[in-house]
Each structure stands twice: as structure tokens, then as C-alpha cells.
């Protein structure tokens, strides 16, 4: 719950604009001019040797959001490994079939599989493509399929991302956590579908990141990542 209180005793002295909280960070962590120096060429180092690769899935399907959660009360008689006492589960009614199918288009290669689960962080793109409505014109529909009237209904743009995000997990990638940027677009076209366009980096940004990923217990034996530190890419 947001606390406008609390948060102005953290956050209240720090500069709300962005060259101002510069500014405030250099004071705060008293850099000098050098110091400034290296850190700008830490960065462009950084930018010299991160680079995104790309991978694009295209499900021929009319996209959907994901279900809303539902709730289940978990008690010793439903469940052998349960709680003392008995307690909700909040799961998602549709995640485990779309998590199947996308393992299966995978492993018959009806899709171009990754040699190795992506664990690194990543840009994601979910273009989403309904059905164009029957109710459409001739001009509707040709603005339709060249982006100028687009999808106004449900599902909703973040339930979208959900379902197939959620598909992605122990198939594409490691885990939607992964994502740092991501995206939806909806549209209508004749041609009902969802494209996936996915970007990762080759590397962690840190030594501390690449420890806690590394760390999973889901973490995949055969891959192997680099890390950035101290103005290049490292493994263990």
C-alpha cells in the first residue's frame, strides 16, 4: 500500500529531476572529475561489447490473454504434501496447457529451437493480431491491416504479455523474470496471430547478477554466461 509518508522520508532528498539527481549522486558518493571520467568509460565499454541477438516465434492462432487466477483451499485431504494447516493455492487454469503446447512446437520443430534457454536479460516484443471483425468494410478493413484502426477489446494488453510470457518459462527462457523491457501491440488483421520478437543480451550486467541467476535451482547444467566486470566480459 503506498505510503506518501514514508516514502518522502526515504526518497524526500532526492532530486526529482534527472541532471539534478546526477548531480546529487556525484555529490552524494563525492566523485571527482576522474572519477566521472571512468565511469562514463566503464559505460562505453559496456556499450562496446553487449549486444542483443534476436529470436522470432509466430503463433498462427487468434492471441489470448491469460485466465484470471483462481483460488483453491489446500487442506491435508486434498493434498498429501500439505501445510499443517490448510491454506489457499492461487494458480492460473490455463498456464500449464500453453506452457505444454510451446514445449511441443519446440521439441518437433514445428519451431526454430534455441540451443540453449535464454538467461540472460531480455527484450520482448508481443504483436498481437486478431481476428478482423466481419463488421468491417472494405476500407475498414484494409486500414485494419495496415495498422490504422487497431484492437479496442478485451483481452487486455498486460494479460496478453501474461500468456505467453508464462509459456515461454523452461522453454525460451529461464523465466520471465528475465525481462527488462517489454511490450504489447494489438491489431486486427485477416491473418489472426501473435509474434514473439525476443532480444537478449550475451552477458549479466553484473558479477552479482550472474551469481544469483547462476545460482537457481532451475538453472540449466550445460549453459554457460558471461559476465561484465570491470570493463570486460568475464565467466567464473
Given amino acids: 500500500m503506498y505510503n506518501e509518508k514514508e516514502y518522502l522520508e526515504k526518497y524526500g532528498s532526492i532530486p526529482r529531476d534527472y541532471d539534478e539527481r546526477l548531480q ?12 566521472y571520467d571512468n565511469i562514463i568509460a566503464y559505460r562505453n565499454a559496456m556499450v562496446d561489447q553487449l549486444y542483443y541477438m534476436d529470436y522470432k516465434v509466430t503463433l498462427y492462432e487468434n492471441p489470448e490473454g491469460a485466465k484470471r487466477p483462481r483460488f483453491r483451499f489446500i487442506t491435508k485431504k486434498n493434498v498429501a504434501t500439505a501445510a499443517r494447516d490448510g491454506f489457499v493455492h492461487v494458480y492460473s487454469p490455463d498456464a500449464a ?9 519446440l521439441t518437433y520443430d514445428e519451431l526454430y529451437k534455441l540451443d540453449y534457454l535464454v538467461t540472460t536479460p531480455a527484450i520482448v516484443t508481443y504483436n498481437a493480431y486478431f481476428q478482423t471483425p466481419k463488421s468491417f468494410n472494405t476500407w475498414q478493413t484494409f486500414l485494419a491491416e ?36 517489454g511490450t504489447v501491440n494489438k491489431y486486427y488483421s485477416v491473418l489472426p496471430r501473435i509474434e514473439i520478437d525476443l532480444k537478449f543480451l550475451n552477458a549479466v550486467y553484473t558479477k552479482p547478477q550472474w551469481k544469483t541467476i547462476t545460482g537457481r535451482k532451475d538453472f540449466p547444467e550445460n549453459v554457460e554466461i558471461p559476465y561484465f566486470d570491470k570493463g570486460e566480459l568475464k565467466f567464473t
Fill in 24 to 35: 546529487w549522486l556525484c555529490s552524494q558518493y563525492h566523485l571527482t572529475p576522474k572519477d
Fill in 97 to 105: 496447457a500453453g506452457h505444454k503446447r510451446m514445449h511441443e512446437l
Fill in 146 to 181: 495496415i495498422g490504422l484502426i487497431r484492437h479496442l477489446s478485451k483481452p487486455d494488453w498486460d494479460n496478453i504479455g501474461k500468456k505467453y510470457s508464462d509459456m515461454y518459462n523452461a522453454n525460451v527462457w529461464l523465466d520471465d523474470a528475465m525481462t527488462v523491457t
